[in-house]
């Protein structure tokens, strides 16, 4: 006979699945990172980052930068570095051919080849200009209808708002969107919008993952977008 305990968890279980349904079958736009995500970039920001550091004659740890590039932890050993007048150019000098040779994702387009009901969307603390650059250059720029960086007055992740403004593009609401990043900060900002998230632990990130142990603690999550179709977000 069923104990009282195990009847007990799997109702917990049984309506567990049931929102998820729920909310699954809500869902008409998916917002997606761009780098580490859309596109495995971490290593190019990485090299960027050490290149205009060791220009600038400004000491840093492995650990410090890693943490600082992928963990969302605000201080690095170099403080201050980024208001050198300059640096953030110079970063994006560095980094943009490395990216723009960078190959799409595995299985991103064909997912979402499946899934043409859906409306796609990036939220990206990269400039905008170079998504949808990378875009153009990989022949995908016509399954996003909106790309926003952040620049301008548009603060950056976790800061909810490039969500926002996403979401008013695409004419969805928040209970009707799905956000899937790779890091902290997109974690965050799904939850800062109200929107539901998952993260993307693909294996081309294990190497950045390392760094943030909290990113193993996540129970919301992909390894590959074609998880998408099996968890039915597509």
Request: overall charge negative.
């Amino acid at each position: 006979m069923m104990s009282r305990m195990n009847s007990h968890r799997l109702q917990l279980m049984f309506r567990d699945l049931k929102n998820r349904e729920t909310i699954h079958r809500m869902i008409k736009a998916i917002l997606f990172d761009f780098d580490g995500t859309i596109a495995p970039t971490l290593s190019c920001w990485r090299k960027a980052y050490e290149r205009v550091f060791l220009d600038h004659g400004i000491q840093f740890s492995n650990d410090g930068l890693s943490r600082y590039l992928f963990c969302n932890e605000e201080r690095l050993d170099a403080q201050n570095a980024e208001n050198v007048p300059g640096f953030s150019d110079r970063v994006y000098e560095f980094v943009t051919p490395c990216i723009l040779t960078t190959p799409v994702t595995p299985l991103l387009i064909e997912t979402i080849l499946t899934a043409q009901s859906l409306r796609f969307g990036i939220a990206s603390n990269s400039r905008s200009a170079l998504v949808k650059e990378y875009l153009r250059i990989h022949h995908i720029e016509e399954y996003f209808k909106i790309v926003v960086g952040a620049e301008g007055d548009i603060p950056c992740k976790p800061d909810p708002a490039m969500l926002h403004i996403a979401m008013n593009a695409l004419e969805v609401t928040a209970t009707e969107t799905l956000f899937v990043g790779d890091a902290l900060t997109d974690m965050a900002a799904g939850r800062n919008a109200g929107v539901e998230t998952l993260l993307f632990k693909h294996p081309q990130n294990d190497a950045f993952n390392n760094f943030c142990e909290k990113r193993r603690d996540q129970s919301n999550n992909i390894v590959s977008f074609d998880q998408l179709s099996t968890h039915g977000y597509v």
